[in-house]
C-alpha cells in the first residue's frame, strides 16, 4: 500500500514538472544584426526549439539593435520557427545600426529587455554586431552569447561562421558559367567576389574554380607578375583565364584591374562583380547543420553553464566557445598554403 502511494506520488510530480510551465521561465532574446548570412533561419529556428526543449521562453526582436531599441519584440513559439531550416536571409530581418553605438541607444534597447522581463540576449551576427554585444553587456545586466554569422569568414575564433559555406558554393556556381563563356570565347575575367578586408571567401573559391590566380587583401597585388602569369598560360595554349578578386573596402575594384590588364594584354578582358548575388540564397546543408548546433550551443551555455560574453564556434568539428573580448580586434587569417596551390595548380 504504502509502495502503491509513493509510486502514485512520483508519477504526480513528473507529469507536473512536464506539462505546467515553471514559475519564473527564463526568458531570452534573439536578434539578427549586420549583413545576412544564409544559415541565420536554421540557426534561429534551433534557438527557439531548444530554448523550449530547456523551458525557457524567446522574444524574437525584429530589423537587429534598430528594433531593439524600438521595441520591435514577438514572442517566439515552436511554429514560428516552421518551414524556415531551408530558407536565405533572415526572417527576424537586419539591420547595420548606428543608434546603437550611442549610451542613449543601447539604454533605451535595455529599457526595452527589462520591460519584456528578458536578462539575456543571442546575437547573429559578424564583428561589429558582436562588439555592440559586448558594449551592451558591460553597461547593462544583460548576459549575452553571439553566434558567428557572416559569409566573409573574418571571425577569429572559429573556424567556420554560418553563410560562408554556402557563399562559397554560390560563387563557384556563377564562376563555372563564366568560364565558359572565358574558354569559348578567349577571354580573361577578372570576378570580384564579396568579403570585405579579408580573402577567405575569394581563396576558398579561387582554388574550387581553379582559378589562374587569385588577389587577395592579405598579399599586396603584384601586377607585373600577374599579368606575366595570364600571358604565359595563353602562350601555354590556355583558353580563358580567370582571376579572382577580393573586394576589399570599395567594391568595383575589378573594372579598374581588368583595365590594367587590358593594357598589356592582347586579349578581351572583361569584369564580373558577383555582390549580394552571394549572400542569399538556400543555405548549403553544411551552414543548416552548423546554424542548428551553435544555436543549440548557445542556448546551453545559456541556460545550462551561466555563461556570458561567449561566441560560440567550431574549431576541428568540435564546438566551442571563447570570450567577446578576445575575438574582437583579431581577424580569422587566411591560410597562405590555399594561396601557394591556386598558383601551382594552375599552371
Ligand atoms: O559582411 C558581409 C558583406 O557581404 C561583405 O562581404 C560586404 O563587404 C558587405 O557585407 C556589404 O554590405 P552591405 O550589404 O551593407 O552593402
Redesign the pocket.
Known sequence: MHQRMYRKRTHKNVSKSIDRPLHNPQKIAVLTS??D?PGMNACLRAIVRSAIFHKAEVMGIQNGYDGLIRGDGIELNLRSVGNIIQRGGTFLRSS?SKNFRTKEGRRRAYENLKKWGVDSLITLG?DGTLTGAEIFSREFPIRVIGIPC???NDLFGTDLAIGFDTAVNTAVECIDKIRDTADSHGRVFVVEV???NTGH?ALETALAVGAEFVVVPEVPLKLKSLISKIQAGIDRGKAGSIIILA?RDR?GEAIKLSESIRKSIKRDVRAAILG?L??GGSPSSIDRNLGSRLGAHAVELLLLKKKNRRMVGVECGHLTDVGISEVMGKRHSVDIAKLKLVDQLSI
Open positions: 549586420g549583413g548570412a547595420r559578424g557572416t559569409i566573409d564579396m568579403g570585405r571567401l573586394e567594391p549580394h552571394q549572400r
